[in-house]
């Protein structure tokens, strides 16, 4: 089995699912989560995690503010890990710990920095708006990059969302698809089974790009 560290900045509940793969389902004797790391303390997947049975002693909160680089390289060693994967984490992982561990990284929609949590799916729905057309938005499980979001993709699922419903229903809705998402794209990767793919793009002409990055400006702010 491929031992991994789950990285969590917030509700954990990919990591749950995953946790729950693991135990009785698609992952179940491929890969094994060994440590559970997040990037604050208050952090609702801590919780859950516990609640599930994973072990309080695996369980690690970082400071990313001081010497992130450090604090992770020594938690990997100790745990020997194969992979890193990172599920809702939001810190940059630093350029010294990607020279020695190679990771994986949850996303969907647009990418790049301050792209998180709903507001990838208000980029996205203001884009398709704009330029008038009612497009899939992409879910994903790429390799960590140096840079955000910016990892070659080994899996990757287009998925049809009702532009009618707030933001929230609609976040709620591809929550359970990300999860399926991350599963494979782990499980492809342990059976290394997967195909590399680039980023998808979000805006496809040079009028849809200016469009695109001038809501990704307004959101950043």
């Keep these: 089995m491929l031992k991994f560290a789950n990285l969590i900045s917030g509700s954990g509940s990919t990591n749950l699912a995953i946790l729950k793969a693991e135990k009785e389902g698609e992952l179940f004797g491929l890969t094994k989560?060994?440590?559970l790391i997040s990037s604050t303390k208050k952090a609702e997947g801590i919780k859950k995690a516990k609640e599930f049975?994973?072990?309080?002693?695996?369980?690690?909160v970082v400071n990313p503010k001081k010497n992130l680089s450090n604090q992770l390289l020594k938690i990997f060693d100790k745990y020997k890990i194969d992979y890193f994967h990172q599920l809702g984490w939001l810190p940059k992982t630093p350029i010294?710990?990607?020279k020695k561990y190679k990771g994986l990284n949850q996303h969907l929609g647009p990418g790049g920095k301050g792209m998180y949590g709903e507001r990838r799916i208000s980029v996205f729905l203001e884009?398709?708006?704009?330029?008038?057309?009612?497009?899939?938005?992409?879910?994903?499980?790429?390799?960590?990059?140096?840079?955000?979001?910016?990892?070659k993709v080994i899996f990757l699922e287009y998925v049809k969302i009702d532009f009618q419903e707030p933001i929230e229903k609609i976040a709620e809705n591809l929550k359970k698809i990300e999860h399926k998402v991350?599963?494979?794209?782990?499980?492809l990767l342990a059976l290394g089974k997967f195909k590399e793919k680039e980023v998808p793009e979000i805006a496809k002409t040079k009028k849809e790009k200016e469009i695109f990055l001038e809501i990704i400006k307004k959101y950043r702010n």
């Design 53 to 60: 049975g994973f072990p309080e002693k695996d369980i690690y």
């Design 182 to 187: 991350q599963i494979k794209g782990r499980k």
């Design 33 to 35: 989560t060994v440590v």
């Design 96 to 98: 010294d710990v990607l």
């Design 127 to 151: 884009f398709c708006k704009r330029i008038g057309k009612k497009r899939k938005i992409p879910v994903f499980c790429q390799w960590v990059a140096p840079e955000y979001d910016e990892g």
